[in-house]
Each structure stands twice: as structure tokens, then as C-alpha cells.
């Protein structure tokens, strides 16, 4: 599993210099990670990325403000609690998050590759309760 698991995030590593590129913006790992989290949770706030990525507050404000300044993230007002901010990605953060998803999808195909359809979904339950196992 760590093998795997070590190949897998090496490929995306490597993804995420070829988009940051491409887009000509240099993003870490962790950048990337925290555009995606907000492409699967727009309007999401700051604390919500502190509690799924278990990061501590500080690190989280560096890197929103980061990606704010860089035109990758806005940040609005929420309108029911005019405390928080709420974040989404921009036009910019879109494009890279784009090309991250095709990434995300090739590697998952190479992972994938000579797996039967039945064998996968074992796999998919067996992870399910390992991921539950963890919770």
C-alpha cells in the first residue's frame, strides 16, 4: 500500500508542475491540493479547510492568502455571517483545476490498468471500510 500510495502521489507531483507550468504560475503540492478542495467545495471558508486537511490555522491562512494574491481564489462576504469569508476559484483557479482533474483521471487509468470491472469494485468496498476504519 505504501508503494502505491508513494507512485501515486509522486505522478500527481508531477501534474501539478506540469499545469503550474503550463499555466505559468508555480503552485506547491499543497496549493494544488487546497484549489481542488475548494473546486469540490466552493464558498467553502478557511475553517472548513482547517478541519478536512487537519492543517493548522495558521498554514491555511498563508496559503489562501497566497492564492488570493495570485488570482487563483477570491474571497467574498458570507452573507449570513458577514464574519467569515467564503471562497471560490477564480477564471485562473478554474483552468489550473482543470487540468488537474485530466491529470487526476490519467492516473487513475494507469492505477486502474488490467483491473476487471468486478475486481475494482471489490477494491472500491475494501477501501470504503478501510477509510471508515480510520474515522
Known amino acids: 500500500m505504501h508503494t502505491l500510495m508513494h507512485r501515486i502521489k509522486r505522478r500527481m507531483q508531477q501534474a501539478t508542475q506540469v499545469a503550474s507550468e503550463a499555466e505559468g504560475i508555480a503552485l506547491t503540492p499543497m496549493e494544488a491540493r487546497t484549489l481542488g478542495f475548494y473546486a469540490r467545495h466552493p464558498g467553502a471558508t478557511a475553517q472548513d479547510l482547517v478541519e478536512h486537511a487537519g492543517r493548522d490555522k495558521a498554514q491555511v491562512a498563508r496559503l489562501i492568502k497566497?492564492?488570493?494574491?495570485?488570482?487563483?481564489l477570491a474571497a467574498a462576504t458570507d452573507p449570513q455571517d458577514r464574519?467569515?469569508?467564503?471562497?471560490?476559484?477564480?477564471?485562473?483557479?478554474?483552468?489550473?483545476?482543470?487540468?488537474?482533474a485530466v491529470a487526476r483521471q490519467q492516473v487513475e487509468r494507469a492505477v486502474m490498468a488490467g483491473v476487471s470491472a468486478e475486481e475494482a469494485e471489490v477494491l472500491r468496498r475494501c477501501l470504503g471500510q478501510m477509510v471508515a476504519a480510520l474515522d
Open 66 to 72: 497566497s492564492l488570493v494574491e495570485r488570482g487563483l
Open 83 to 100: 464574519r467569515r469569508q467564503t471562497l471560490q476559484l477564480t477564471p485562473a483557479g478554474k483552468r489550473f483545476e482543470r487540468r488537474m
